[in-house]
C-alpha cells in the first residue's frame, strides 16, 4: 500500500466530497482550436530546415484555457524558439484534456512515432495526481514512453509535474493533499527521466490570477507565455 494511503486515509471523509464537489461545479473549457500542427518562420523569414518540435500530454498540450494552439504552451515554446535559435520551428501538439500518461502512450504517442523530431517534449502530472495512478505504474509508463520518443527524437525532455497546491481554484485540504502527492509524482518524474536520459524541465511560471484562465485551473495566453519562457531560458543553443 502507497504512502498516500496512509497519508490520505484519516483526511477521506472530507477529502471525497470536496473532490466530487469540484468535478461537479468546475468550469470546463474547450480545447484551443484546430490546426495543433504549424510552422514558425526564422526571424529573417526562413523556413529552410526548420526544428521540428513535439509535445505529447495533457490539457496543456490540448490548450485548454486559450483559444489556438498559437497562444498555448506548444505554438508559445515554437515561437520563443524560433527567435532565441534564429530559425524557423515546425510544431506539433498532440494533447488530450484529462489525460494521464497511459492514454498518451496509448493512444496519442503512436501516430507521432513515424516522424523524426529534434525535441520531444511530455507534458503530464496533473491528472495521474488527482486521478490516483499507482507511483510505480507512473513510473513505468513514463519510462515506456521517454525509450519509444528516444527512437525517433534527438532530445526528450520532461515538464515538472505541476504544483497542484497552487492551484487556488481547488479548495483546501483536498489542494494540500493533492500537492503532496503532485510533488511525490515530480519526485518520481526526476528520477526516471535522469534514469533514462531525457531532461528535466521546471515549471517557472506564477500561479496568480492574471496568468490562469476563467477556470482558475489551466494558463491563460500570459502564463503559457511565461512557462514557455522558463523552459527556453533553460535550454542553450548546445541542446540543438
Known sequence: MSRWWYLAAPALPLLLP????VKR???RLPDA???WQGLVTAPDGSRDRPLKLLLVGESTVAGVGVERQEQALTGQ???QL???LGRPVQWQAAGRNGAVAADCLQDLLPPALAQRWDIALIVLGVNDTTHLTSRPRWRRTLQCLIEQLG???GQVMLTEVPPLGHFRALPQPLRGWFGLRAGLMDADLRRVAHSCGARYLSLD???EPGYLARDG???SAAGYQQWAAGIVRQLSSSTF
Do not use: E, N
Request: aromatic share 12%.
Open 18 to 21: 470536496q473532490a466530487i464537489w
Open 25 to 27: 461545479t468546475a468550469l
Open 33 to 35: 482550436q484546430q490546426p
Open 77 to 79: 515554446l515554437a515561437s
Open 82 to 84: 524560433a527567435q532565441q
Open 151 to 153: 527512437r525517433c527524437s
Open 205 to 207: 511560471m506564477p500561479f
Open 217 to 219: 485551473y489551466h494558463p
